[in-house]
């Protein structure tokens, strides 16, 4: 079974460039997640999509940063303009949702490294 | 989601027990209790969850107090390769499976 799939694997910009990630979930999960990790410190969810929907968007500085989810499976996170302080893991995650039934078992991608100089 | 207390850091032996804690006082009635790791540069890795039975799969085993304030993460025979974060984080059961990871544990296993 193929895992989560994200691209680029490393990106390093300058403050005020935008700069887009992008995330394949494992084939059949309904459920996809984007997570940002700085470094020494545990992933910060940034937003959860069900099917194409926003499930929770409560931790995305908006202001900055977009994610769209437009056919319900591949999904895509901008960050526009850039900040130094978003250096960061940005880690894509999928899990399998049947109904009210949650498994919480998340499959994570490995990760896009952002560098911003 | 019931607030999660671990270690910073712990150290293992090669072969024995890693045993990891983990205080989840406030955890109410229909919370689960999730663990995953996250060794360097990959993303987390799910490992095994659980209500208020213990529970074993191939690669951990978690006991959960009766009364559910706290649970602990069995790696019965640790390896080198089992040098990584591990994180105990407790969603709501119908909370959308959002998961909210604190610090974690920072398991060194040592030859």
């Known amino acids: 079974e193929a895992g989560v799939a994200q691209s680029p694997r490393y990106k390093i910009i300058e403050k005020r460039q935008s700069v887009a990630f992008w995330c394949n979930p494992i084939?059949?999960?309904?459920?996809l997640y984007w997570y940002q990790q700085i470094l020494g410190q545990g992933p910060k969810l940034l937003i959860q999509?069900?099917?194409?929907?926003?499930?929770?968007d409560s931790q995305l500085p908006k202001d900055r940063f977009s994610a769209e989810r437009l056919k319900g499976v591949d999904s895509t996170l901008k960050i526009q303009p850039a900040k130094l302080e978003d250096s960061a893991v940005y880690l894509c995650?999928?899990?399998?949702?049947?109904?009210?039934?949650?498994?919480?078992?998340?499959?994570f991608g490995e990760g896009s490294r952002l560098t911003v100089l | 989601d019931a607030k999660t207390t671990q270690p910073p850091s712990m150290d293992c032996a090669e072969g024995r027990a890693a045993n990891l804690p983990c205080n989840h006082s406030?955890?109410?009635?229909?919370?689960?209790v999730y663990w995953y790791r996250q060794i360097h540069s990959q993303g987390p890795q799910y490992i095994i969850h659980?209500?208020?039975n213990n529970e074993t799969n191939e690669m951990a085993s978690l006991i959960i107090t009766e009364d559910r304030k706290s649970s602990t993460l069995i790696l019965p025979h640790a390896t080198l390769r089992d040098t990584a974060v591990y994180y105990c984080?407790?969603?709501?059961?119908?909370?959308?499976?959002?998961?909210?990871f604190g610090g974690g544990t920072r398991l060194m296993v040592k030859p």
């Open positions: 995650a999928s899990s399998y949702t049947s109904g009210r039934q949650n498994t919480g078992e998340l499959f």
């Open positions: 084939s059949g999960h309904a459920t």
């Open positions: 999509f069900q099917n194409n929907g926003v499930v929770d």
């Open positions: 406030t955890i109410s009635g229909n919370e689960y």
């Open positions: 659980g209500l208020k």
């Open positions: 984080i407790s969603p709501r059961r119908y909370a959308g499976n959002m998961l909210t």
